[in-house]
């Protein structure tokens, strides 16, 4: 018993293994993108898409997760906001009013990939925060994923 008592209070005195990083960085974020794009050219568009669209599928990394959009602005696939899918937001606006999607499409199409700050509602959170976005486009289908910055 005393052995017992002593190993119990030995084991409460160390300190508590690290918890893994709950939040991803920039740099998952655009590995999350390289990896999109490379199943999107692999797999297709139609199984692509289903793939960014599921929730709970491969293109979700803890906070991260792709989302995409044609160049028109037509959001394809959104796994936290899907009443954004069929709807033009090219003209969508962040709380300091940029359009950040025209804006990202506009790099897109100049440079084929890129980085972007903008504000956007935190699906962890569920406050408007800054993220840091990676995009690349794969047969005129522009791959987006951010990482919130505050929490880097």
């Known amino acids: 018993m005393k052995m017992l008592a002593a190993l119990a ?17 920039t740099k998952d974020a655009e590995q999350l993108v390289r990896r999109a794009v490379a199943f999107y050219k692999k797999e297709g568009r139609v199984k692509a898409i289903a793939a960014f669209q599921d929730r709970k599928g491969a293109f979700v990394y803890r906070d ?9 602005g037509i959001c394809l696939a959104h796994p936290t906001k899907p009443e954004r899918v069929g709807k033009n937001n090219l003209g ?28 956007f509602h935190n699906p ?29």
């Open 92 to 119: 969508d606006k962040d709380p300091d009013g940029r359009e950040f999607v025209r804006e990202r499409i506009e790099i897109a199409k100049k440079y084929g990939k890129g980085w972007q700050e903008y504000k």
């Open 124 to 152: 962890v959170t569920r406050r408007v925060e800054p993220p840091v976005a990676y995009f690349a486009v794969a047969d005129g289908v522009l791959l987006v994923s951010g990482a919130y910055t505050q929490q880097q």
């Open 64 to 72: 991260l997760y792709v989302f995409a959009y044609d160049l028109d």
């Open 9 to 25: 209070l030995a084991a409460a005195l160390l300190p508590a293994p690290a918890a893994p990083e709950e939040y991803a960085t």
